[in-house]
Nanobody, 121 residues
């Protein structure tokens, strides 16, 4: 089994910064793509940013230029640096990872429990 644990959320004023972390542990042979999603009250979960095993990144238009996704494969950890935060960034942020438990195994998708980010105006 694989566990993803997010941390780093909190309350920040508009214009401030936060850095989210997501640590993966358990039966991990390799991790393919990883991503951050968010869900605001009354809205659907949306992709914020993703990163492949090769380091290629994609961002939602609403966060491009303000957020930076990165990963440390030695630590099985995913990061999201969030700058110039806006009240509309308020949401629960979830990390997702495609993890294989063995060399020839398939990749399964795992989710963290989420961390709250609240941006006050």
């Amino acid at each position: 089994q694989v566990q993803l644990v997010e941390s780093g959320g909190g309350l920040v004023q508009a214009g401030g910064s936060l850095r989210l972390s997501c640590a993966a542990s358990g039966s991990i042979f390799s991790i393919n793509a990883m991503g951050w999603y968010r869900q605001a009250p009354g809205k659907q979960r949306e992709l914020v940013a993703s990163i492949t095993s090769g380091g290629s990144t994609k961002y939602a238009g609403s966060v491009k230029g303000r957020f930076t996704i990165s990963r440390d494969d030695a630590k099985n950890t995913l990061y999201l640096q969030m700058n110039s935060l806006k009240p509309e960034d308020t949401a629960v942020y979830y990390c997702n990872a495609a993890v294989s438990a063995s060399y020839s195994g398939t990749y399964n998708s795992y989710w963290g429990q989420g961390t709250q980010v609240t941006v006050s105006s």
